[in-house]
């Protein structure tokens, strides 16, 4: 089954605390993205990576960091959270040609509720 | 900058009946997708429906459309014979194709609720 994954979907921790949230995707997409929702905000894009190795900033990135070393696996590492980054949490995924008129429909994986005190 | 704009918080309907959500968009480029997103209480993010901004014609999946305005900048999604199941927030969205970045910018979202 096609499917993107998000590991946790629920986690807890105190401010300072080290944390990774994992996402895989078995579909072999070459675009890969982290989203963050907040009430009243929408969906934004925290980064974004268009193939191994290749990532980017997107809208708002400030206390995050990212990998991509496998195709497959993209990381949200937050190296040092704070209670302004409690929020719901989607990674997405496509297949994308990067050409102007043609895209990919994404995959979002379940969410991970990112509470942190 | 590329905004979308969901006019309306929350909407309620009664079950079997026809509703329209409204969204506006703001973007200078001319390649361009749009996208109704639903969003469950299981907070899954799914698609609805699709639109490519250089097709005139109107996208439908079963029971939901759009009416996509272009020169408006406008793209409602229209529910016909709405069920228990469609009570969602529901998300307008799109992504500017040929810059490699293929971000979605969201709207706020539209609360719907079916009503038995």
């Known amino acids: 089954e096609a499917q993107v994954t998000q590991n946790p979907r629920y986690l807890i921790t105190v401010t300072g605390k080290k944390l990774t949230v994992t996402c895989s995707q078995n579909?072999?997409?070459?675009?890969m993205s982290w989203y963050r929702q907040d009430p009243g905000l929408g969906l934004r894009q925290i980064y974004y990576?268009?193939?191994?190795?290749?990532?980017d900033k997107g809208d708002v990135p400030e206390g995050y960091k990212v990998s991509r070393k496998e195709k497959r696996n993209f990381p949200l590492i937050l190296e040092s959270p704070s209670p302004n980054q409690t929020s719901l949490y989607f990674c997405a995924s496509s297949q994308t040609s990067g050409r102007a008129g043609s895209t990919d429909t994404q995959y979002f994986g379940p969410g991970t509720r990112l509470t942190v005190l | 900058a590329q905004t979308v704009t969901q006019s309306q918080p929350e909407m309620s309907v009664q079950e079997a009946e026809t509703v329209t959500l409204s969204c506006t968009y703001d973007?200078?480029?001319?390649?361009?997708?749009l996208f109704w997103y639903k969003q469950p209480p299981s907070r899954q993010m799914i698609l609805v429906i699709r639109?490519?901004?250089?097709?005139?014609q109107n996208a439908t999946e079963n029971r939901f459309s759009v009416n996509f305005q272009k020169a408006a900048k406008s793209f409602s999604l229209k529910i016909s014979d709405s069920q228990l199941g469609d009570t969602a927030m529901y998300f307008c969205?799109?992504?500017?194709?040929?810059?490699?970045?293929?971000?979605?910018?969201f709207g706020t979202g539209t609360r719907l609720t079916i009503i038995p």
């Open positions: 973007t200078s480029e001319n390649n361009y997708y």
């Open positions: 579909m072999n997409h070459e675009y």
């Open positions: 990576s268009m193939n191994v190795e290749v990532t």
């Open positions: 639109q490519e901004a250089y097709k005139q």
């Open positions: 969205a799109f992504i500017i194709t040929g810059f490699g970045n293929e971000k979605l910018t």
